[in-house]
């Protein structure tokens, strides 16, 4: 579930109503909503407020915006990376 979140190519629509079909656990289903849709929403935020006072091409790639997004990335992987070691 939280790879589908994190994945851009599919809809979100789609995985709402693909979820009770394939018997995806309410739990594992909002924990992975929760979790990967965090980086999405970031993105989206930080590129509005990006945009509102963007003064040269330069401005948009700043060391605080690709360190958070390489945390939120480290993050939302890492209860993948823990679940196949069990």
Sequence with gaps: MLFLR?????????????????????????????IGLIPAAYVTVRAGLTLGELKSLGDLYDFNSIATLFLIGVISVTPTLMGKRK
């Design 6 to 34: 994190l994945t851009p190519t599919l809809p979100n629509t789609f995985i709402n109503v693909a979820s009770p079909i394939v018997d995806v656990p309410y739990h594992i289903f909002l924990l992975g909503t929760f």
